[in-house]
């Protein structure tokens, strides 16, 4: 290679920013099911897709959802929780089109949300499956063509998508639909503006049945309000929240 002078600043480094950028594989949303781990993945020498990836007691890793997929939602514009995940059943939110998608033991997604007037108007975040994988609840924003997206938590039957449930609505925000490791309680936060999350919120929890019928009961506010902040409900094997 043929040595070149060039002004302070204005050389050419072999090092590209695309190279760098695409060395910087991301790992988020770290879950156990089935005695494998599950993470989502994000490459950026993918432009930039996500990837749900398991690794089971072996060390085998695969990556549990096929190209053309990208497992990232634009609720509240930043999304985050774009999966689920039960024993061998993981549902998705795909980035194009923001619809939930089902796979089952890698199988080819399937799409389980209808499609919403407006493209990418109906979007899913925090996804949490009960613990006999019969139901998934979730955040959905839907968006209309003047006003503000309107925020609701909800529940999907994944034994037939085209059951679904408004659990609670009427609140600017909610997040993290958590639901007991018995399956007979549901959590859940919910604050309007102007705060965020982390300037106050409040903390709900209501009885939960969801076998042969489907229903919410004696909802109770547990902590929080405008001026404090309750983040990230999980429930304990034990039930204590």
Known sequence: MKDKNSPFGSWESPISAKIAAESGITFEDLRVSK????WLEGRPYEAGRYV?????????????????????????????????????????????????????????????????????????????????????????????EIGEPENKIIAISLENPNVNYTVVQGRDFYSSPRVSSDGTKLCWLEWDHPNMPWDGCELHVADLQCNERFSIKREIIV????????LQPEWAPTGEL
């Not at 005695?35 to 599950?38: F, G, M, W």
């Not at 634009?74 to 089902?102: M, T």
């Not at 902590?223 to 309750?230: A, V």
Request: aromatic share 8%; charged share 25%.
């Open 35 to 38: 005695n494998k781990l599950v």
């Open 52 to 144: 749900t990836v398991g690794r089971d007691i072996n060390s085998n890793t695969k990556d549990l959802i096929p190209n053309g997929y990208n497992v990232r939602n634009a609720v509240h514009e930043y999304g985050g929780a774009s999966y689920a995940i039960h024993d061998d059943l993981l549902i998705f939110v795909n980035w194009d089109d923001q619809r939930l998608y089902k796979v089952v033991n890698r199988s080819k997604p399937q799409v389980i949300t209808n499609c919403p007037n407006i493209p990418r108007g109906e979007r899913y975040s925090d996804l949490s499956i009960t613990p006999d994988g019969k139901w998934l609840f979730c955040v959905k924003e839907s968006h209309i």
């Open 223 to 230: 902590s929080g309000g405008s001026n404090e902040s309750i």
